[in-house]
């Protein structure tokens, strides 16, 4: 850039001297004019006396035709031939004509005739203080790394000022700031640039934006000024290490807490922004074991349970915690987990023998099961207590020590309860307490004392009407409690009558289904319910029954086609009728009504009525429901004496039946005109109101037929009002009967858990009652031990533990306890998990800062335990050693030095590990210490300034120069991006692109 700068400036010398030699060898050629005026001059202003200075008279001058020679651009004067003066013509400014040229000179040519003479002027246009200093931008940002070091430059960019001379730019001014001050440069053309110094090193923590104001002033008068702000971000740089909120975090957690549980939350907070405030946690140099033990979360720092904790194992942790940034700086802290004691082992249950099954008869006292019980714990924790359900007819007796026996307390009864089996519990005395069971199967021989038992307490049954013989009509069961033979379930009919006929003419059952058959085909219109008893025997000797009611309803099929009643059927003419309607009847007036009835029930029966046929179809409607034939308009004139309608009546039975009536209707006033017309119809000496008769005696019928079905009906229900009566009347002799069930396990029978229902049969087991329990058998022991233990292990009876007296035979025993203290020697040396650790330490890391180690391992107690540490001699770091709350030695690097990666990035050295034994032991482990980069070496270039010469007419994009900086930084602190800052020269140069290079240098191109 300095070197295009010199370029431009000896540009500039050598055109001015070749214009001076030009204007001597012109003046001596010709006369020469020589005016200075100064610019912003308004059109018109005096600028010389041309005539005078000429020494031509005023009449020469215009009889000449004196002018000014026109060159095509803009006359900034004109020659004014009445008195001889050159004045300007329009308004000069001599920052658009000669913009940045020191001096400014405007030619002027005269040419004059008879004789042709040129004549040749200069006006010199003088600068006036017209412009003040300008920026480029009226905002400048700065991004300045806070780890930048004081003393460092920042070029900014310079103010530009149209005028020249004293009036041009002279001095920058910076408002005041602590952190930096202004330095102001000239270079070699004279231009000054403003520098920006920093004196103080940036904390973004403490002050992220720094707003300063630049101002450029001239040295014109009066004095013409220029600013900019200048607005510094300070970038975070890496120089603050995470903080935990604590140096040591204690807590105490039980040793039965579940895996996953968190334990505690550590904190660390980094006062940097962006990845160097990501905060990430880790265990520093903690034993594998702990790690199997222990999660820390990277993200959140919660450190939570991954296996079981045991007290008896290990009743103290001590983990050393790091939080690192995303720039490699970290710390660290203290996690002191105590486990506390909980009474986490149950006590165990032996069983020595069991005696089983259990005779029905067996008496009051029987040794049923001996067994002892044990807890691992001590003191409360360890005192068990045994106990069992205390409805069932057994209890504990404790006979010595920790032996128990279970002897019956009660009667037993195998139709009752089966099977037993007992859960013995046995529960310490920690807080909470523990317990564990063990399930003793106890089985109960069986006699034949319980009836069967059906599965409901009625049955009811639909059949079709119509069935087919042998149809299948339900099915009854009936259970037995007792065992095998006695279990065996027969079923049979009761004998009875029905219509006159035996009960077994009508259905049958199967005697080992109890599948209920039809043997003959049902009418509803003849049979609508069949009622039965249905008797169930075991096979017991004697046997035992028990009876259930099974009703039988017979449904109705759309087997019967409508009857009509109304009219009347005429002998061997289908059914007809005769109706007077007179012709005065209003629309809707009631002529007759069809009358019909289904011997089918429900919707079988439901009828409906259409007019299918009549002489005048739109004299007459007949109601869909009623069957009622009322007039549909007025009879007319022309409209026939006679009429004859056709009647359809349909059931709502899926196939539908009809029947049909044929209605003759007489349009007549008088019944004297009726009988006229029907003539021969009516029966020779039937009188004219037997019609009306015969409708009368059609309703009486019907509604007799009605109050006899609601007499039937009432009957019906009386008697069922009056068997229920009975039934429940006849309960109070019933004898209940408890029922139990059973299932097969491995040829055993045991106990289900609990009852579902009781069952209770009459005397005379015509019926049964099923009811359900007000309480349930929850104390009934489970079938089944729990999910968590096994089958309980019975051992074979020995032939001699029971004698005559039903007693057991027990022998003593005798426990004794032995303590055998081991002493310890120095057989073991210390012990680092790893054989090199490796640290990365920022460069910027102040002097004084600790970095926890790994500590080592010594399996030994006492004077034999790890007594000390030493490190290999190193003048950027020392040892110091702590004591930790639980009393090890917790070896930490200090740093002594300040670090500097370009001068030295790794150390390594040896930390020795040494007990106290006699003779003393040792280990050690190696350290290689990383040393990680900080961007604190600004690019340097090759050289102070770069000069290059160049051909006018260059193509663009040729190459001029190439510059080339380095950084003494590693990684991205290192890579070097190139950019122009401003131009350097007199006269402004046009833009030039150029091309940036990956190599840490860049190359300057030809202007486009």
Request: charged content about 25%; glycine content about 8%.
């Amino acid at each position: 850039m300095w070197a295009r700068e010199r370029l431009w400036c000896r540009r500039g010398r050598g055109r001015a001297l070749l214009w001076c030699a030009l204007v001597a060898a012109w003046e001596l050629a010709w006369g020469q004019l020589r005016y200075s005026v100064p610019e912003e001059l308004q059109k018109g202003s005096f600028v010389g006396d041309v005539a005078k200075d000429l020494g031509l008279e005023l009449a020469a001058l215009r009889h000449r035709g004196a002018r000014i020679v026109d060159k095509g651009r803009r006359q900034y004067f004109t020659l004014n031939l009445e008195n001889g003066h050159l004045s300007v013509n329009e308004r000069v400014d001599r920052e658009e004509i000669c913009s940045g040229v020191a001096k400014c000179v405007l030619n002027v040519e005269i040419l004059v005739k008879s004789p042709v003479k040129l004549y040749r002027g200069e006006v010199e246009i003088q600068d006036i203080n017209d412009n003040s200093p300008v920026f480029p931008e009226r905002n400048n940002v700065l991004e300045i790394s806070e780890q930048t070091a004081p003393g460092t430059h920042f070029p900014l960019e310079k103010a530009e000022d149209a005028d020249v001379g004293l009036n041009s730019l002279q001095n920058y001014e910076c408002s005041h700031s602590s952190y930096f001050t202004l330095n102001v440069r000239t270079g070699a053309d004279g231009v000054k640039y403003p520098v920006l110094i920093l004196q103080k090193s940036l904390d973004r923590e403490e002050q992220a934006v720094h707003n300063l104001i630049l101002t450029a002033t001239d040295g014109g008068s009066p004095v013409k000024s220029g600013s900019t702000g200048i607005h510094v971000i300070v970038l975070d740089g890496n120089d603050n290490a995470p903080a935990f909120t604590q140096p040591v975090y204690e807590v105490t957690v039980r040793e039965d807490v579940a895996v996953g549980s968190q334990v505690l939350r550590v904190t660390a907070t980094d006062r940097d922004e962006g990845q160097n405030a990501e905060v990430r946690y880790s265990f520093h140099k903690v034993p594998e074991k702990f790690e199997r033990t222990f999660h820390l979360d990277p993200d959140s720092g919660e450190i939570t349970v991954t296996e079981r904790l045991d007290f008896e194992g290990k009743a103290f942790y001590e983990l050393d915690v790091q939080a690192r940034d995303a720039g490699g700086l970290s710390s660290h802290s203290k996690v002191l987990i105590t486990v506390a004691d909980v009474n986490n082992h149950v006590p165990e249950i032996v069983i020595t023998s069991v005696f089983s099954p259990i005779p029905e008869d067996a008496p009051l006292g029987t040794v049923i099961a001996i067994f002892n019980v044990q807890d691992r714990d001590s003191g409360a924790n360890g005192e068990v207590r045994c106990s069992i359900v205390k409805s069932l007819p057994f209890r504990l007796e404790r006979t010595f020590d920790n032996y128990y026996s279970l002897v019956t307390d009660g009667e037993l009864d195998r139709e009752e309860v089966p099977e037993y089996n007992v859960t013995v519990r046995a529960t310490d005395g920690g807080s909470p307490a523990l317990w564990s069971s063990a399930v003793l199967p106890l089985r109960v021989l069986d006699v034949n004392d319980n009836a069967p038992v059906f599965a409901e307490a009625r049955y009811s049954a639909w059949l079709p009407e119509n069935n087919a013989k042998g149809a299948l009509v339900l099915t009854v069961r009936a259970a037995d409690a007792d065992w095998g033979q006695n279990a065996r379930v027969r079923y049979r009919l009761c004998e009875a009558q029905v219509r006159g006929a035996p009960l077994s003419s009508y259905v049958s059952v199967h005697a080992e289904t109890g599948a209920l058959y039809a043997l003959r085909s049902f009418d509803y219109e003849e049979v609508r319910e069949v009622g039965l008893w249905v008797r169930a025997e075991d096979g017991g000797a004697p046997a035992l029954s028990s009876n259930v009611s099974v009703r039988l309803f017979i449904v109705d099929e759309n087997d019967n086609a409508p009857q009509v009643l109304y009219p009347p059927a005429a002998p061997g003419a289908g059914w007809t009728g005769v109706e007077l309607a007179p012709r005065s009847a209003e629309p809707g007036a009631l002529v007759a009504k069809v009358v019909a009835v289904d011997a089918d029930s429900g919707q079988n029966a439901w009828l409906s009525y259409e007019l299918a046929k009549a002489t005048e179809p739109g004299l007459f409607r007949v109601g869909l429901h009623s069957g009622e034939v009322r007039t549909a308009r007025l009879p007319l004139a022309r409209d026939a004496l006679r009429q004859s309608l056709l009647v359809v009546v349909k059931d709502h039975g899926q196939p539908a039946l009809s029947a049909t009536a044929t209605l003759t209707v007489v349009l007549a006033e008088s019944v004297a005109e009726l009988l006229a017309d029907l003539g021969g119809a009516a029966a020779p000496g039937e009188p004219g109101g037997s019609l009306t008769r015969w409708l009368v005696v059609a309703v009486a019928a019907v509604c007799c037929l009605f109050l006899a079905f609601l007499l039937a009906l009432l009957a019906l229900r009386l008697r069922r009002w009056r068997r229920s009566r009975l039934l429940a009347a006849g309960s109070g002799a019933l004898r209940a009967v408890p029922a139990s069930h059973f299932v097969g396990i491995d040829g055993v029978r045991a106990f289900l858990h609990s009852y579902s229902h009781d069952v209770s049969l009459t005397a005379d087991s015509r019926k049964s009652q099923l009811r359900c329990p007000a309480g349930s058998c929850s104390d009934t022991l489970p079938a089944a031990p729990p999910p968590d233990k096994g089958a309980p292990l019975l051992p074979e009876e020995p032939s001699t533990a029971r004698g005559d007296s039903g007693d057991a035979l027990l022998s003593p025993l005798n426990d004794f306890h032995v303590d055998v203290a081991i002493q310890d020697i120095n057989d073991n040396s210390p012990v680092f998990s790893k054989a090199a650790l490796d640290l990365e330490i920022g460069e910027l890391i102040l002097p004084g800062a600790r970095f926890p180690l790994e500590m080592a391992q010594d399996p030994d107690v006492g004077s034999n335990l790890l007594l000390s540490y030493q490190l290999t001699q190193n003048p950027s770091f020392s040892l110091a050693v702590t004591e930790t709350p639980s009393g090890k030695r917790q070896p930490e690097l200090v740093l002594a030095a300040a670090l500097d990666r370009e001068k030295q990035s790794s150390f390594q050295m040896v930390l020795t590990a040494v007990d106290g034994g006699a003779p003393a032991r040792s280990g050690t482990v190696q350290l290689r210490i990383s040393v990680a980069d900080a961007n604190d070496n600004a690019p340097v270039f090759s050289k102070s300034a770069y000069e290059a010469r160049v051909r006018e007419k260059l193509p663009a994009g040729s190459l001029v120069l190439q510059v080339r900086g380095t950084d003494a930084d590693a990684g991205s602190n290192g890579r070097v991006s190139y950019a122009f800052i401003r131009p350097f020269c007199a006269e402004k140069p046009p833009p030039c692109a150029g091309r940036r290079s990956r190599d840490s240098a860049k190359a300057l191109c030809a202007p486009r």
